[in-house]
């Protein structure tokens, strides 16, 4: 870790986290991202719910707490639309189904090792709940446990399976079950491969399989999202307060603008590479628009110092905006005019606004390093409290 990064901490730490505010954004990892890797988590761990909700924690195995309200929308970190199913739904998608499917998601059945359909199935694609479509597991984290039961190291989006103590049949165990209808699935224990050391152990009936390049059913598709690209000094401030965002699904760091590939942080401290600090904010664009994240980025940093934000010295902390299309340049470059003919400030922004080029995801130490360390930041909160308040779902 660079020096100036040091003095960067330890002038945030007097400042104090405001963290928990408005807590409709789970935490999860966005499939594929190779920094998203699961961190290994006690099982034993047991979050108050608001902490369990809060939109900055980093990942965490989504422990059920009591039944959760349904009428706040939860849209999970992989852009999934896991609002909790009323008694009444579950009740309907229920009843269609065969008898034992019936017994093992809604009995918390179990069924005979060696005889579901999916233990054997080597085809790549995904594993969502048989009840709501829920994606749940993917081939890419599926193993050959030899136990009989269709068997995966990690689950698709951790905030897509919820874990529950058991304690039947004389055992503790972990039972897991999908977070958006409750369905059984089976349970979780220690004895698993790397990197989590963790195996879900599935039962078939509860799960369907979904090949690759065939088109997913509504229920098992994600929201639509668009994404946008800040650089404003050090990520780890920036992406925690883009995470809080009402209408940001996912707020990850990483490196852009630059002239290398796949760059580390020590090539960006201590290597002309040409690269900024950049969070990559994927957000719902029918919640939240890409002018009002302009915004919240200007109010979060100074975009008059060049090549520099508080402690933080070098280009690779320059003020920059990142566009992905016309309308996004249109749009920053009316806030940045905005802002000069209201004289926002007393000397002149140096901003720059740029076509976006490949996002280089950071090491996974630095995701959601704020609300992993609880350190805070020199980075303002640009969010309202009105803004923060959770959003309801639709009637
Ligand atoms: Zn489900």
């Not at 991202?33 to 195995?61: C, F, H």
Request: a negative charge.
């Amino acid at each position: 870790m660079a020096g100036m990064k040091l003095a960067h901490l330890i002038s945030a730490a007097v400042i104090g986290v405001t963290a928990s505010v408005g807590l409709f954004f789970l935490t999860g990892p966005e499939p594929g991202d190779p920094s998203l890797i699961v961190p290994r988590v006690a099982m034993e761990y047991d979050p108050p719910a608001a902490e369990q909700l809060d939109p900055t924690q980093p990942q965490k195995p989504n422990i059920k707490h009591a039944r959760k309200d349904t009428t706040v929308k939860l849209i999970s970190r992989s852009a999934y639309d896991i609002t909790p199913y009323s008694a009444e739904k579950i009740a309907e998608l229920a009843s269609k189904l065969d008898e034992e499917t019936y017994r093992i998601t809604q009995k918390a059945g179990t069924e005979a090792p060696f005889c579901g359909t999916l233990l054997d199935n080597k085809k790549d694609g995904l594993y969502a709940c048989v009840v709501c479509g829920l994606p749940l597991f993917s081939s890419e984290h599926k193993f050959t446990s030899g136990t009989g039961w269709p068997s995966y190291y990690r689950a698709f989006d951790e905030q897509h399976v919820q874990r529950i103590v058991d304690n039947s049949h004389g055992m503790i165990r972990t039972e897991i079950e999908c977070a958006r209808c409750n369905a059984h699935l089976g349970h979780v224990f220690d004895d698993g491969p790397k990197p989590t050391g963790e195996r879900h152990c599935l039962n078939s009936a509860s799960l369907v399989f979904h090949e690759k390049g065939k088109e997913l059913p509504e229920a098992s598709r994600p929201i639509k999202t668009e994404t946008a690209y800040f650089a404003a000094g050090c990520f780890w401030g920036v992406e925690h307060y883009f995470q809080m965002g009402p209408g940001v699904i996912n707020a990850s760091s990483g490196y852009m603008q630059g002239r290398t590939e796949k760059p580390t942080y020590k090539d960006i401290c201590y290597s002309d590479t040409g690269h900024a600090e950049t969070v990559k904010v994927v957000f719902d664009p029918t919640r939240i628009s890409y002018k009002r994240l302009v915004e919240a980025f200007f109010a979060m940093h100074d975009p008059t110092q060049l090549n520099r934000q508080g402690p933080d010295i070098g280009d690779q902390y320059r003020s920059g905006i990142w566009v992905v299309n016309d309308a996004q340049r249109m749009q920053a470059e009316e806030v940045i005019s905005m802002l000069r003919d209201a004289g926002a400030y007393k000397r002149p922004i140096v901003t720059q606004v740029e076509q976006a080029k490949v996002f280089w995801p950071a090491e996974d130490y630095h995701q959601d390093y704020i609300a992993t360390t609880g350190r805070a930041c020199h980075v303002t909160n640009p969010w309202s409290k009105q803004e923060l308040q959770p959003a309801s779902v639709a009637p």
